[in-house]
Structures are given as structure tokens and as C-alpha cells.
């Protein structure tokens, strides 16, 4: 089924070369050098099996015929979305509902909701005749049932990802900018709220471009009003709040009031990354990994053992090889034709990138730290197998363009 | 318009361009200083832990302190030669080099603490080995705190090194690979009270003393301390019943109190000091410990033995309450026994007691009464009467792992014997508490606490309220059950008399237990067993002052009859009652440590939301820790 002139060869390849990078990573990541005698769990060793069953899972979506393939997403949907739903009634493990436990393995239905949200909101807002407003509206309220499913895990941070890939989608179906600012200000001016000053800069440059995009004045009006109420309206909400509900919202956006939580691993994955200046301590030497002062540091904070080992010359190059990823991935949305396709393959790749970003980001203090992994590197079965065939499918819509339907 | 994949491009290079900007600031220009930190980061998080709550009798006279102890910790991260390390370990402290990989290794993915090596260690051991210490950066010894058991006994049970599946099964719950946990008795029981909450602060060690400015504001949060627990127990009179028990016998003494169901003395021979478990075992003392007589086993609530004749009251309240006899009734004479069917079933008294009424069954303890009576008795009925008089099922007492003891009914013997089994037979023999009828020491005690206490059966517990950090009274620790026994008022009065005539009237079993200043009341039993050809010995009984006061259950392994061998033991302890009733009964003053505890707290009280709100707070934190960073 393979189209050789269309398959794009390079993708895969970026795919799979981190893929390999992950593995090695996480084998680092898994040693201890303790008094000369090494020990090392066997973490890789699953990654490496994770890896084939995800390589087997792209195989199976490339063959899989394009007609049954599309039937079988809204249906997969209701059926994760009922998922959802019961895994709220599991048993909590570390104080949330997120798991299936089947004989050991673990499901985790949020992982596949990600990529099936992706394709059901691609496909409702890229209906024909559908003016902007129903576009919003529709992506929106699709997105909002596994959202709140999800937040009552409760799970906050895989939230973010559905929104950043929503905003992306809706951009790549070509909805006018000034309504994609539309959506997203109420969520800049709770952001705002934090000053006065801060609250009259942002409206002043929210009326501007607004006016910018030739709107009516009753529009623009009524949407800077309802940005400076929301923003006045915050301080309210906020005194109403209990103490621990305030403190866990301020850790959230400064980790460093918690130093003995979210703060030491914050602290200690830039000293780890830090001091492996510009050549690294060389491989399984990192001193921070090896006496153990970072935690998960073959899942979340992989990144700062990679940055420790290799230095700035390796995380640059892993930096580099994520560049030219979704280098490839935009230039390849760029050639898909079917617009349903195409906003599709746009979450995809805001979902992959999104997640990128703020694991790194959390890595070198950049961001909060939410518990995200790092695609394709980190360890993890799940994440790695939807990652894997989030891509697959970008390849087979890559595979299959120019059959105009 | 602009396209959609300009707009991607742009924001990717835009985030591309932010990580490497970031990356390049914190590797390469503050590269060096990072470095610098690495080399001297100690900065680690370290655990305070939490003082366990000390265990006081009702008088707050202590029965478990704690102590301070040596301890002996690794930081696997400075081991810098490990055959060196392993044989040292080896020679000094019998640490065997499997056992240190154990530690050392295995545990590499769950701890970036100290390990905690050895812990009591002698204290000239210690001053012996401190230069040693030189050449082993990373071993460290640290003065924590021991548990010091003051009187073997089989109800505090001990604390003991957290193990593999209990920690599995707890690391939740914010305990550390080197935490103590209850492993039996009380310390078991309540793990959660005694407890506390441990603390966290950062610890900076940097080589050159320098401070390393990482953190800012606040980085300790305060260990909580445990509560300690006031018992019911009384250390005098437990100290005296103690030596009440006759050397060499095995058995168990139980003393309560009948208003309160508190637990007044809890003795089960031959005993152990729990103290022991705070060492290394010798191998030694391990044999001793599990010899044939069996010394760890708790004969109050962890064993179940044939009742046999202290049983009887149970079967003639069945027979008042399904008025099948009343008190004058006379049922077949006894011969020294009775045919039942085909089979010659005999009273222990061979010359015979004739015709007798239940007070005069009860006196003279006769054996054939019982067995006609239980011909007029359903199976079915007779069991679930011993339900719901609380014997054969748990009394609920706050120790773990009470054994039940049992009842059967026909089901159980169809199942056991086949269908077409003979019950009457078996029915003969649970009357008089033989057969298969098994029963607790304690079980017993709150049985004959409850006809004392005009049939209100109230639940046996050692836990009387906690004090230090909290005060919490027993019942908002866990409520006290209280169940009324199936008997009416006029029918327990029936049974107890003939538990007075008993102590008192001519021909009574056990005329020699008798007390001035009190009634007493009782009943012996001498249970054929199983596990030897002497019957156990039983006495159960309880004295009446101007309110009933306390019940004694001595129980004795193949010691006997139980008007010979139990009855003397269970007068002792109405005598030493009798004669220290003022002390024993006055109230006890809190002493001064646990008032003012009580006056801050009464202060928190008060502020109850913020008091919750903290909590809520705490508990976040203790998940985010469980989460992400197993301390």
C-alpha cells in the first residue's frame, strides 16, 4: 500500500532515530555507577519491546485501507470516551484515576483520547459550509468532553495539550486570526490579572488589533469589556479560594515555593543539566544521575540525564533532530490537500511539539512542571505507541494525497 | 491571508530558538558554576522523623518509652571502595556482603536517603569504630530513637524494620525504606495513631561550608509527633497477675473491667520481652524464642481451646431462654452419667449427682444435666445462641489477628462427616463445651464480664485515649460496640446464682474463691483436649462489690482441673484487687507533659478550618512526594 513516490521516508526516519536515541537514553538513565560496580534495571530492555510492538502499530495503520480506517475514528472515540468515563471508577493510584489495570499492564485512556479528539474535531470543523462561528463552537464542545473527563482524574496537565492542539487546528482550518484571538484573550487577560498595569497594557493592545482586523466597534466594545470584567472579576474568585487551593495554584506557576516538592526537581534537573556544560561528563558518568538526586529520570526528566552525559553539544543535537522533525511534519501538512487532512495532521503535530516543548522547557526551568514526557524518548508504553501512531497517520494521509474525494 | 504552515513555522523556530537560548545560558555561560554546585551538591532533601507516641498505662505510668539508640547509615553515592566497605561491614556489624548489594543496589530506584545499615547499636562499639569512620566517607552514625518494652508481654507487640512487601504495600502512606513500622500487638494496631507524620528539610553540605543560596523562604516542614496511647491496663495489678501465674504452666490471665470492658491485666505464658526485637537477633535467642513451648503466641486472642465446663452457662441460658427448663426444673438423674442412644456418656463425677435443677447443674458443675438438656436443644438454635452470646466469633478487641474460635451447626458436620451424621452425639458433647467447640481466652472473659454487668456485653479494649500531640478519647478513636446478651433479667439472675453457689454454696466447685468485702462469683472447667491427656484447666468469674467490678479468666494449658489449678490463681487476683481497690480505682491526675499538650491543642481546636486547611495542604504535598520522588 506503500506509495513510493509519495511515502515520506524522511519522516519515518526522524521517527525512528529518536526512537533509537530514546533507548539509549533511557539505558543511561537506568545505570548506576555505585564504588565501580555497575547496576542496571531493565527499563531499556522494555523500552526496546515497546518500541517494535509501536513500529508494528505503524505498520498496521499504513495497510490499514483508508475507507475503514476513517469509519472506525468516530466510533473509537465514543468508545474512549466511555473509557473515560470508567476509569473514573477505578481504584486511585497516587491520589488520581488514571489507569486500567489489566494483569500488570497498565491503560491509560487519556493517551489515546489525544489523538482520537485530534481526528473527531478535525473532521466536524472542516465540514463544508460551516461559517467560522460554528467551527468554534463545535471544536470547542467536542473538546470539552474529554477535557473535563480528563480534569476530573484529575489530570491538569495532559489538559493543556487538547487546547494547544484545538487553537492549532483551528488555525489550520483557516479560521480569520482575529477570532482565534478572540478565543484565547479571556485566558490571557485571568493571565493579566496578576497587575493593574499589566491588565491596561494588554487590553490597550487587544483593542488595537482588534482594530486592526477591520471589526465593527460593537464587536471590539463588547470584547474589551468582556476582557477587562474578567480581568477585574479575578482577585474576587481568588480571595474566595481556600489557603491550600491559592498555595497550590502559586506552586504551580513558581515551583521554587515548594522546594521540597515540584521545586527540588526543578532545581536539581538544572543542576544536572547545568554542569554537564559543553561536552557532557561522558556516558553513564552523569554524577547528578548517578547519586540519585533526581527522580524519574528515565521518564519526565530524561532530558537532564541526556544534558548532564552529552552537554550543551547533545542536547543541541537533540534539539536538532526535534527541528527537523517537525520541520518535516508543517512541510508535509503543507502538501496535504483534503482539508480535514490536513487541520488532522496540524493537531497532530501541535500535540507532539506542545508536548516537546514544555518537557524540556520543565527540564531547564523554563515551565511549571506538569508531568509530561518527552515524545519518543521518555519511557513509557503508551505514550510511546499513540506518538508513534499519531505520526503513522500523518503518513498515511501523506501517502494517499491527491486522491481527491 | 497567511498560510497556516507559515504561522507553524514560525512559533516552531520561535520555541526552537527559546529552548537553545535557555540551554546555551544554562550549559555553556552558567555552565561552570552549575559544575561547581554539582560538586558540592548535598543539597538533598532529608527526612526528620516523627517521635513515636509512647505507650502509658491507665495510671500513665509508662509501658513502652522510647530511647535514645545509635544508628549506623550509608550514603551509597560516597561509596568509594566496595569489597573494603562490604568486609568491614562484615567483621563489625555481621552485615553479610549479599545484604549490602541488597541495600545498596536494588534500592537505588526507590531512595536517595541514607540507608539505614544498623541500627541499637551498642554504644562502646560505637566509640570503638568512630575513627574507623575515616576511611568510609559514607558511613555515618546517628543518635536516633529506640523502643524499650518495659515488662515482657504479649500485647504491645513490636515495631521492627519496615520490609520489602510492607513497604510495596506502604510507600504511599509516606514511609522510607528505612522506617519502623508495628509488626504485632499494639504497635500494630495502632501504627496510624502512634505514628505521627515525619518532616522534611533541605539539607545544603557543600565541602567548603559555603551556603549555597538555592532555595529561598521556608525549606522545613515540621515533623509531626505521634500520639500516645493511655491503656486500660493497670501496671500493678498486671505486674502482680504476672507473678500470680504459676511458673512452668503455659496459660493466660485476663483481667477486665465489667462497667468499662477496659482490659485491667493481659497475661499469656510463657511470655517474651518484645525489647528483644530491637537488636539484632542472635541466633540463639531466636531458638528460645521459637521453642516448643511457644512463647511468642499470644494464648489470650491468637489460640482457641475446648471451653469445656466455664461453656455451661451458655448452654443453660439457651435452655431458660427456649424454656425448656426453668429454675426448679429437674431433669434426668445423673448415674454418674447417661445413655444417650446406645452410648454411655459420663459426668466427670463418677458416684453421681442425681437429679439436680440448673443452679445446682451449675454448682456442682454435673455433666449429665447438660447432656439432657441438649437433647432438647436444635442444633441450629444452639449455634447461633453462642453468636450472638459473642463467643465463637471475634470480640473485636483492638489487636490484630484474633482468632475466632468456633461453633459448628449441621451443615458443618454434613460437610465434614458426610450426610447422613449422627448429631445428637456431637450435640452431647458441645453442651458441656467439649467436642468442637473452641473459645478464646478472651472471649470468655467478655462473656462472664457481660453477666456481670446485667447481660450488657461490652467490647474488651486496652485503648483508653491517646494523649501528647492529640487528645482523643476512646470512642473518637474507634466507638466501643455494646451488645445485650439473649438472656432476660430473671433468667440471668438464675444463671448467676448458680454461678454464686459455685463459689459459695456447699459442694460449690470452687468454694475457695472467696474474697472479703466482695461476692464472688464463677464457674471452673476442666476440657478434655487434644493436645495432652491432662484436661486444660479453666476458672471465669468476676466479683460484686455495691457494683460489679472486675472479671478474671485464667486459663492453664494441660495443667488440670480448674477448681484445683485456676480457681487458687483467680482468688489471688480478687484478694490483690480487693485489698488495692482505693488505689486502683482513684483517678489518676494527667501528669504536667500531657496537660499543656492538651492546652495547645484545645487552641488549634478552635481554629478548626485552618487547622483542615493545613491538612489538606500537607496531604498534596505527601502525594506530589509519592509521585515523582520516592523519599
Known amino acids: ?405 | 491571508m497567511i498560510k497556516a504552515t507559515r504561522i507553524f513555522s514560525i512559533v516552531a523556530a520561535l520555541l526552537l530558538l527559546l529552548l537553545l537560548g535557555s540551554l546555551f545560558r544554562l550549559q555553556v555561560l552558567r555552565g561552570q558554576h552549575y559544575q561547581r554546585v554539582a560538586q558540592s551538591n548535598f543539597v538533598r532533601i532529608r527526612r526528620i522523623v516523627a517521635t513515636r507516641g509512647e505507650i502509658y498505662d491507665h495510671k500513665y505510668r509508662p509501658i513502652v518509652q522510647n530511647v535514645p539508640s545509635h544508628n549506623l547509615f550509608l550514603i551509597s553515592g560516597k561509596i568509594r571502595n566496595l569489597p573494603a566497605l562490604s568486609n568491614f561491614l562484615q567483621r563489625h556489624f555481621q552485615i553479610s556482603p549479599e545484604e549490602l548489594e541488597e541495600l545498596v543496589m536494588k534500592q537505588r530506584f526507590k531512595t536517595y536517603e541514607e540507608i539505614l545499615l544498623a541500627d541499637n547499636l551498642d554504644y562502646k562499639q560505637v566509640l570503638a569504630l568512630s575513627e574507623y569512620l575515616n576511611y568510609f566517607p559514607e558511613l555515618v552514625f546517628r543518635i536516633g530513637s529506640t523502643r524499650d518494652y518495659l515488662y515482657p508481654n504479649h500485647f504491645t507487640g513490636y515495631v521492627g524494620r519496615i520490609n520489602e512487601s510492607e513497604y510495596e504495600l506502604y510507600k504511599l502512606e509516606d514511609y522510607s525504606i528505612n522506617s519502623y513500622i508495628g509488626k504485632t500487638g499494639l504497635e500494630r494496631y495502632y501504627e496510624v495513631l502512634l505514628r505521627g507524620k515525619d518532616g522534611r528539610e533541605i539539607v545544603q553540605v557543600d565541602a567548603q561550608g559555603r551556603s549555597l543560596e538555592l532555595f529561598k523562604g521556608e525549606s522545613l516542614v515540621k515533623p509531626q509527633n505521634g500520639l500516645s496511647l493511655v491503656l486500660s491496663i493497670d501496671n500493678d495489678l498486671q505486674d502482680f497477675a504476672m507473678r500470680a501465674f504459676p511458673a512452668g504452666i503455659k496459660g493466660a490471665l485476663v483481667v477486665s473491667d465489667v462497667k468499662t470492658g477496659g482490659i485491667l491485666a493481659y497475661v499469656s505464658k510463657p511470655d517474651y520481652d518484645p525489647s528483644l526485637f530491637m537488636q539484632r537477633i542472635s541466633p540463639e535467642i531466636w531458638e528460645s524464642l521459637n521453642a516448643a513451648s511457644k512463647p511468642m503466641l499470644d494464648r489470650v486472642i491468637h489460640a482457641s481451646y475446648p471451653p469445656g465446663s466455664v461453656f455451661k452457662p451458655v448452654t443453660a441460658g439457651l435452655g431458660l431462654e427456649g424454656k425448656q427448663i426453668d429454675r426448679y426444673t429437674l431433669l434426668s438423674s445423673c448415674v454418674g452419667g447417661m445413655k444417650v442412644g446406645n452410648r454411655f456418656f459420663k459426668c466427670w463425677d463418677h458416684s453421681g449427682h442425681g437429679r439436680t435443677s440448673v443452679v445446682d447443674a451449675l454448682k456442682m458443675s454435673c455433666d449429665t444435666f447438660f447432656y439432657d438438656l441438649s437433647l432438647k436443644l436444635g442444633l441450629e438454635n444452639f449455634h447461633n445462641y453462642v453468636l450472638e452470646s459473642q463467643l465463637a466469633s471475634p470480640t473485636g478487641i483492638d489487636l490484630p489477628n484474633e482468632r475466632i474460635g468456633f461453633f459448628p451447626d449441621t451443615a458443618w458436620y454434613r460437610k465434614t462427616f458426610g450426610k447422613n451424621v449422627g448429631i445428637i452425639g456431637h450435640k452431647v458433647n458441645l453442651a458441656i463445651g467439649q467436642g468442637e467447640t473452641l473459645c478464646s481466652p478472651i472471649q470468655m472473659n467478655a462473656y462472664f464480664a457481660a453477666l456481670a454487668n446485667g447481660g450488657l456485653w461490652i467490647q474488651p479494649h486496652l485503648l483508653m485515649q491517646t494523649v501528647g500531640r492529640g487528645k482523643l478519647t476512646r470512642d473518637e478513636v474507634q466507638k466501643v460496640q455494646k451488645k445485650r446478651l439473649p438472656l432476660t433479667d430473671t433468667n440471668l439472675k438464675i444463671i448467676q446464682d448458680g454461678l454464686w453457689a459455685v463459689c459459695n454454696a456447699p459442694g460449690g466447685t470452687a468454694r475457695s474463691v472467696q474474697v472479703p468485702g466482695a461476692t464472688t462469683y464463677g464457674k471452673t472447667g476442666s476440657a478434655e483436649n487434644s493436645m495432652g491427656k491432662t484436661t486444660h484447666a479453666w476458672f471465669c468469674g468476676y466479683i460484686v462489690t455495691q457494683k460489679p467490678e472486675i472479671a478474671v479468666t485464667v486459663f492453664m494449658e494441660n495443667a488440670g482441673g480448674g477448681g484445683a489449678m485456676a480457681a487458687p490463681v483467680a482468688r489471688q487476683i480478687f484478694d490483690y484487687y480487693m485489698g488495692n481497690i482505693e488505689d486502683i480505682r482513684r483517678p489518676a491526675s494527667i501528669p504536667a507533659q500531657f496537660r499543656t499538650a492538651e492546652d495547645d491543642l484545645e487552641g488549634l481546636n478552635g481554629d478548626a478550618e485552618g487547622g483542615d486547611a493545613h491538612d489538606a495542604s500537607d496531604t498534596d504535598t505527601g502525594d506530589r512526594h509519592d509521585q515523582s520522588q520516592e523519599i
Open chain 1, 1 to 405: 500500500m506503500i506509495n513510493r513516490k509519495k511515502f515520506d521516508f524522511l519522516l519515518l526516519a526522524l521517527m525512528l532515530l529518536l526512537i533509537i536515541l530514546g533507548c539509549v537514553a533511557i539505558y543511561t538513565a537506568s545505570s548506576t555507577l555505585i564504588g565501580g560496580q555497575m547496576s542496571t534495571q531493565n527499563y531499556w530492555w522494555k523500552q526496546i519491546i515497546f518500541s517494535v510492538l509501536a513500529i508494528a502499530a505503524v505498520v498496521g495503520v499504513l495497510y490499514l485501507p483508508m475507507p475503514v480506517f476513517e469509519l472506525f475514528i468516530l466510533p473509537a472515540f465514543i468508545l474512549n470516551i466511555l473509557a473515560l468515563v470508567a476509569v473514573l471508577f477505578t481504584p486511585a493510584v497516587n491520589g488520581a484515576h488514571r489507569w486500567f489495570n489489566l494483569g500488570g499492564i497498565h491503560l491509560q485512556p487519556s493517551e489515546s483520547a489525544k489523538l482520537l479528539s485530534i481526528l473527531v474535531v478535525a473532521r466536524y470543523i472542516s465540514k463544508e459550509g460551516l461559517n467560522e462561528y460554528k467551527q468554534m463552537f463545535y471544536g470547542f464542545f467536542i473538546m470539552l468532553v474529554p477535557i473535563a473527563l480528563i480534569m476530573m482524574e484529575p489530570d491538569f496537565g495532559s489538559t493543556l495539550l487538547f487546547w494547544a492542539a484545538l487553537i492549532t487546528m483551528l488555525v489550520a482550518a483557516d479560521l480569520p486570526l482575529f477570532l482565534v484571538l478572540l478565543l484565547i484573550s479571556p485566558v490571557i487577560s485571568v493571565v493579566a490579572s496578576v497587575h493593574w498595569l499589566v491588565i491596561l497594557v494588554w487590553n490597550l493592545l487587544l483593542i488595537y488589533l482588534l482594530i486592526r482586523s477591520r471589526l465593527s466597534w460593537v464587536t471590539i466594545t463588547v470584547a474589551s469589556i468582556v476582557n477587562v470584567f474578567i480581568s477585574l472579576i479575578m482577585p474576587v474568585f481568588w480571595v474566595g479560594l481556600k489557603d491550600y487551593q491559592q498555595n497550590r495554584i502559586l506552586t504551580f506557576i513558581d515551583p521554587t515555593r515548594d522546594p521540597l516538592g515540584a521545586g527540588y526537581q526543578i532545581i536539581q534537573a538544572k543542576i544536572a543539566i547545568g554542569s554537564g556544560y559543553l561536552n557532557g561528563k561522558g556516558w553513564l558518568l552523569g554524577t547528578q544521575k548517578n547519586m540519585n538526586f533526581l527522580p524519574e529520570h528515565h521518564t519526565d526528566f530524561i532530558f537532564s540525564v541526556i544534558g548532564e552525559e552529552f552537554g550543551f553539544l547533545g542536547s543541541s543535537l537533540i534539539l536538532l533532530v526535534f527541528a527537523l522533525f517537525f520541520g518535516r511534519l508543517i512541510f508535509g501538512i503543507g502538501q496535504l490537500k483534503v482539508r480535514e487532512r490536513k487541520v488532522a495532521a496540524s493537531g497532530i503535530m501541535a500535540y507532539l511539539m506542545f508536548q516537546s516543548f514544555i518537557n524540556i522547557g520543565m527540564n531547564i526551568g523554563l515551565v511549571p512542571a506538569t508531568g509530561i514526557p518527552l515524545p519518543f524518548i521518555s519511557y513509557g508504553g503508551s505514550n510511546l505507541l499513540i506518538n508513534s501512531v499519531s505520526v503513522a497517520v500523518v503518513l498515511k494521509y501523506l501517502n494517499e494525497r491527491g486522491f481527491m474525494k
